[in-house]
């Protein structure tokens, strides 16, 4: 039996809803917080570090859906595909499906420049969560939560723009100033994920005419 035989034979055997859920992803912060919103909902995760080509586009859920047909029919395993992005009102959106390359190009202190001397510092993560399975069509969850970008970089939690990043509701923290848990009770990833879990548990009960917790 092959490795991949296996990985098939861990994922339930009762094809396309098992227990156990490839994330693809080269993003560990991602994963880990992925891991924990579903395993509230007894879904097993596992992180599959493959990078299928991300095609351009203005859409974010249009992104997560392509990698997650890609991924799913290049491994014949089960897979979720997250793309997500910062939305920034006074830019018209930007960077948002390009906030991978902008991150990484100007980053978090290019974004406090942008924004210097503008009143409107209001902003939103959102994320897409496209989940593809053998014999399965794909389905896209989406996911966001409302914030401000912040004046300066605080905190050492998280990634990306975390440190930048203040949610709603938190009086005025940043995501990098909260623990995992905490960002997990509001942010668009864990949004999405529970959207599409609950979802995941409805058609798992549905085929396998138990419930699953
Ligand atoms: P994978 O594509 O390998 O999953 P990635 O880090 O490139 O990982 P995305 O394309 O989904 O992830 O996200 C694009 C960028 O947006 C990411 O590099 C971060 O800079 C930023 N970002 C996305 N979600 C974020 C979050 O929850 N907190 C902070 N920054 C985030």
Redesign the pocket.
Known sequence: MSPRDNERKDAGGTFPFGRLIFF????I???N?ARMVLSEFNIATAML?L?PP?IQDDS?EN??KT?ALRASEETGLPVI??????FIDALGGF?G?Y??Y???TIGKEGILKLLEGCGNRRAE?K?AVAFCSPNCEVKVFSGSVRGVISRTIRGES?????PI?EPEGFSGLT?GELSVEE?NMV???SRALRKFAEWYRSLRQGSAGKAFK
């Open positions: 693809v992803t080269n993003n912060h991602k994963f917080e570090r990078k991300e974010i992104i997560a990698c595909v997250e793309d997500a992005g910062l960077p499906p906030s991978s902008v991150y990484r993560f994320s998280g990634f990306g723009f975390d990043f995501f960002k942010s668009h990833r």
